[in-house]
Every structure is written in structure tokens, then in C-alpha cells.
Nanobody, 126 residues
């Protein structure tokens, strides 16, 4: 069982930045691909970005490319989502997830992921 705990959310003005963190409980974190997703009320969960276990492969949804960056610190068992130039439409509950079976990928499909955190709220004011 892997526990994921997100932090770093909050309220920020449009154009500002936030860095989300996702801490994993398992030492085998190094073997997982990690993803970030978000959900807003009334909408389905949306893929934001992902990183492979080595960090050599990343993927992003088009709406965040050039603004968001995913990285991971294996020594700290933590993955980060650096969010710059935030827009009101980025407002959502952000989740991190771990993919155990496809670590060499950076998958966008939520069904690929095995473990999920509880989420951290990001609110961007206009």
C-alpha cells in the first residue's frame, strides 16, 4: 500500500505561482511513474501532467504546457508540480497518483494509476 499526501495548495492571484508537493510513503517510490490530475465541481477528473520513474519522460495536457513543470526528488520520495502564470481556469482540486505497472511511461489515463492522494485545493482569483 502506498500513501500519497499532497500539499502546497492555496489561494493565489492570476499570474502568480504555486508549487504543489506529493510525498509518498513507500521507499519503492523510485520505481513509480507519477501523475497529477485535477477536478473541478461538475467536471470529470482531468490529466495535468506526469513523469516517468527516471524522470526522463514527462507529459502535459496542452492547457498547461509551458506553464507547469513536474519534477521528482527520489531521495525525498516527493514529486512536485511547479505552476506558473496561473489562470482562474486552473482552479481545481489537484491530486497526485502513482503508476506501479508502467514506470517507464508518463501516462495520461487515470486508469493507469494505482494509488491516489486526497488532493490539495488550488484557487486562482482574477
Amino acid at each position: 500500500q502506498v500513501q500519497l499526501v499532497e500539499s502546497g495548495g492555496g489561494l493565489v492571484q492570476a499570474g502568480g505561482s504555486l508549487r504543489l508537493s506529493c510525498a509518498a510513503s513507500a521507499r519503492t517510490f523510485i520505481n513509480y511513474a507519477m501523475g497529477w490530475f485535477r477536478r473541478t465541481p461538475g467536471k470529470e477528473r482531468e490529466f495535468v501532467g506526469a513523469i516517468s520513474w527516471r524522470g526522463d519522460r514527462t507529459s502535459y495536457t496542452d492547457s498547461v504546457k509551458g506553464r507547469f513543470t513536474i519534477s521528482k526528488d527520489t531521495a525525498k520520495s516527493t514529486v512536485y508540480l511547479q505552476m506558473n502564470s496561473l489562470k482562474p481556469e486552473d482552479t481545481a482540486l489537484y491530486y497526485c497518483a502513482a503508476d506501479v505497472d508502467n514506470p517507464w511511461k508518463a501516462p495520461a489515463a487515470s486508469y493507469e494509476y494505482d494509488y491516489w492522494g486526497q488532493g490539495t485545493q488550488v484557487t486562482v482569483s482574477s
